[in-house]
Nanobody
Framework: QVQLVESGGGSVQPGGSLNLSCEIN????????MGWYCQVPGKQREMVAT???????HYADSVQGRFTISRDASKNTVTLQMNTLKPEDTAVYYC????????WGQGTQVTVSS
């Protein structure tokens, strides 16, 4: 059973930064792709950033240039560095991994407010 354990998140003022981490309970390269999605009440979950096992990254247009996804293979961890945060970034952020099929973390709240 694949498990994804998220950490990070919280509250920050506009312009601030946060860091989200997601640890997978197996060799990170067994996941075809890992990444982060976000969801606000009443809306569908949306892709924020992904990274493939080959290292290719992809970002939503709304976060391009502000967020950076990376991985630490020694810790089987994917990290999302979120800079220049905006109120519209407020959402629950979910870690995502495809290991044969999609798996999701439990979600972590990010709130950007003054």
């Amino acid at each position: 059973q694949v498990q994804l354990v998220e950490s990070g998140g919280g509250s920050v003022q506009p312009g601030g930064s946060l860091n989200l981490s997601c640890e997978i309970n197996r060799n990170i390269f067994t996941a075809y792709v890992m990444g982060w999605y976000c969801q606000v009440p009443g809306k569908q979950r949306e892709m924020v950033a992904t990274i493939t096992s080959g290292g290719d990254t992809h970002y939503a247009d709304s976060v391009q240039g502000r967020f950076t996804i990376s991985r630490d293979a020694s810790k089987n961890t994917v990290t999302l560095q979120m800079n220049t945060l905006k109120p519209e970034d407020t959402a629950v952020y979910y870690c995502y991994a495809v290991v044969g099929r999609p798996y999701w973390g439990q979600g972590t709240q990010v709130t950007v407010s003054s």
